[in-house]
């Protein structure tokens, strides 16, 4: 069974390539460009995909960005990025979302569902703890738009959470089906949005970003899949994920993918570790980011 220190890191971080092999700072910006950012890009989206325990990657990757003058203004997240996003969209910078994230304690997310044989976890504490660090403020009213994508547990179809509680729409992004009860939105049972979208791209674009920066925590399934019922499912979520995120990694005007290959999935103990990794592969894409967004202006 999943213990309670494993949950604690999945309430926080529900949910490989060549872009780690250099951990060098970025050059100075081009001149004109205002902290190497080429603001005539209308509008620069993240997209914040699904990993599980490899979520903390992503709070490192923002505090690269973060540092480079990247300032996103939509974000969508699915399961761990969802947590990850509405941390940023509230205007928490990457710094306070990693005190964060090192400092929540087991009892205030572990809320054993004794009532429904439908998940082990009823997700209320995932949703109230969120709610808490967002001051009950509704998505709509986030400092940046944002969207939390979940999976429509009757219809397969994928939602695009946009309004309303903030809390929940985290809780239904991040409802790993046997993990978590469905949880319950306008009457729809909704699950993990890692199910038809790992690396919510699309929900970027339609928040409006012409130019989409998606960061993919993933990785290639462990070749030891040992282990109780806990590392079975993300075990089964990386193999059914990993198609499904290439195809929509394609889709992006850029992806950046921290080394995770030689993290556990289920290992919540290395959050320092996999907040480093997100922030050394964020350091290397910066040159080509600003490289990238200069071409992207000149062919308009």
Request: proline share 4%.
């Amino acid at each position: 069974m999943m213990q309670r220190r494993d949950f604690a890191g999945l309430a926080l971080a529900a949910g490989s390539s060549a872009l780690w092999a250099q951990s060098n700072r970025p050059a100075a910006p081009p001149a004109g460009t205002g902290n190497g950012v080429d603001r005539s890009v209308r509008k620069i989206g993240l997209a914040l995909g699904a990993g599980s325990a490899r979520g903390f990657a992503h709070i490192g990757v923002l505090k690269a960005l973060d540092e480079a003058g990247f300032k996103a203004d939509v974000v969508a997240g699915t399961s761990a990025g969802s947590l990850v996003g509405v941390f940023y969209a509230a205007g928490y910078t990457p710094w306070q979302m990693e005190e964060v994230a090192l400092k929540v304690r087991d009892i205030d997310v572990a809320d054993i569902s004794s009532a429904s044989k439908r998940g082990m976890f009823a997700g209320d504490a995932l949703q109230k703890l969120v709610n808490e660090y967002v001051k009950n403020t509704p998505l709509e009213r986030l400092k940046l738009p944002f969207a939390a994508v979940a999976t429509n547990l009757k219809t397969g179809e994928q939602v695009s959470l946009r309004s309303g509680d903030s809390g929940a729409a985290v809780r239904a992004s991040c409802s790993i089906p046997g993990v978590f009860v469905p949880a319950t939105i306008a009457g729809v049972e909704l699950v993990d949005g890692g199910l038809v979208s790992p690396l919510p791209v699309k929900a970027a674009r339609m928040l409006g970003a012409d130019f989409v920066i998606a960061v993919d925590v993933g990785s290639k399934p462990s070749n030891n899949p040992h282990g109780g019922l806990y590392e079975v499912l993300l075990q089964s979520f990386e193999i059914m994920g990993r198609s499904l995120t290439q195809l929509e990694a394609q889709t992006a005007d850029y992806v950046i993918r921290p080394d995770t290959q030689r993290f556990s999935s289920s290992d919540f103990s290395v959050r320092k570790d996999l907040i480093q990794a997100g922030y050394e592969a964020g350091l290397v894409a910066v040159g080509e980011l600003r490289s990238r967004m200069g071409a992207r202006q000149k062919r308009k």
